[in-house]
């Protein structure tokens, strides 16, 4: 505990007593979040809080990290992508433009800092992928950094989501013995994003923008990579696991768009966050819920791995069934609502 805490408690106090600073270069700049139909908040808002957590991740490193060629390739990755989004966050670009962005921090982590998933262990057989390593792996960077993105919807959901994920990892390390690259970059990014989320939550006062969200998946998608050397289906699953809301609530997305006609890329009013909305609740209550939920994945997590395999199971077939539930219930994958209107105009009909 003596080693860990000052690695979480710096990084959180710069990046608290940074965030006023960043805020106010924000409207400086006009990078400014302007509500419209589709989103909830009612006021312009700064959006450049990405740039807080990426300096209190740089301080942490430069007092606790190691110089090497993988961190390098962290380090001029994530510069990358935090500058896509700090554009992105003063004058909207492109999805072509962004997503640019997005790859080519995700081809430094693999093609400079050897960030690679060769292969698995699973069920007694070792799974090779090959050259479909690269290509694997740029996929799954890329998916972390939109799942993040996509979630980041509701004052503290994507801070406080990305934070239970670093906590879990970080207890899993420390349970395990581990004291890499992995070990250290989440408990610096745990005070980080702790430290802007007591000004993100609800009410928030800032938001982290595309410069937060974007460079958030990008540290995820690297500290799963840094333990999956030599991955078994364990370690391959289980962050992902961590990650179950963000990812469903992304493929959700997919799926509905691709049933409506739509570009997976069109911005919509349909993920888990308003849904939620759409049955009552406060911002503040819909960001519990989700946090509970996730907390639980990550419960199951933990116990899987360090615990009781069986069950972790359990738990969650438990948390799937819940999740099946709230699909079948809501307008987060189709339109319910719509179907039933036309189930009684065919039987009017008849």
């Not at 093609?111 to 799954?140: E, Q, R």
């Not at 030599?230 to 179950?244: D, K, M």
């Not at 799926?255 to 849904?275: A, C, M, N, V, W």
Request: charged letters at 15%; a positive charge.
């Amino acid at each position: 505990m003596l080693e860990i805490m000052p690695m979480i408690i710096i990084p959180f106090l710069f990046t608290l007593f940074f965030v006023p600073i960043v805020r106010d270069i924000a409207f400086h700049v006009g990078a400014l979040d302007i509500p419209n139909a589709r989103k909830v908040h009612k006021e312009p808002m700064p959006r450049l809080g990405g740039l807080a957590i990426f300096l209190g991740f740089l301080l942490g490193y430069m007092l606790y990290g190691t110089h090497s060629a993988q961190m390098n390739s962290i380090l001029i990755g994530s510069f990358v992508i935090v500058l896509t989004g700090i554009l992105d966050d003063i004058k909207p670009l492109k999805a072509s433009v962004k997503f640019a962005g997005q790859l080519v921090a995700a081809c430094i982590l693999v093609f400079y800092g050897n960030f690679l998933m060769t292969n698995v262990t699973a069920f007694g057989l070792d799974i090779s992928f090959g050259p479909f390593s690269y290509l694997l792996t740029l996929f799954f960077i890329l998916g972390c950094i939109n799942c993040i993105n996509l979630i980041d919807g509701l004052d503290g959901l994507a801070g406080g989501i990305s934070s239970i994920y670093f906590l879990t990892i970080g207890i899993i390390a420390v349970m395990q013995g581990s004291t890499g690259l992995d070990y250290i970059l989440t408990f610096i990014m745990l005070g980080s994003t702790l430290g802007f989320l007591v000004h993100n939550f609800n009410p928030a006062t800032i938001f982290m923008g595309d410069s937060g969200s974007m460079f958030l998946g990008f540290i995820i998608a690297t500290i799963a990579l840094l333990g999956f050397k030599n991955v078994t289906l364990t370690s391959l699953i289980i962050p992902l696991l961590i990650l179950a809301i963000p990812i469903l609530d992304t493929l959700f997305a997919i799926i509905r768009r691709i049933l409506k006609g739509e570009s997976i890329s069109t911005p919509d009013k349909f993920h888990i966050h308003h849904q939620l909305l759409k049955r009552n609740f406060s911002q503040r209550q819909t960001v519990l819920i989700i946090y509970v939920i996730n907390l639980l994945f990550a419960f199951a997590s933990i116990v899987y791995v360090l615990k009781d395999a069986n069950l972790g199971y359990i738990i969650y077939g438990i948390l799937l069934i819940i999740v099946t539930l709230f699909v079948a219930k809501t307008n987060v994958v189709y339109d319910t609502e719509k179907i039933k209107k036309k189930f009684h105009f065919r039987k009017k009909e008849k």
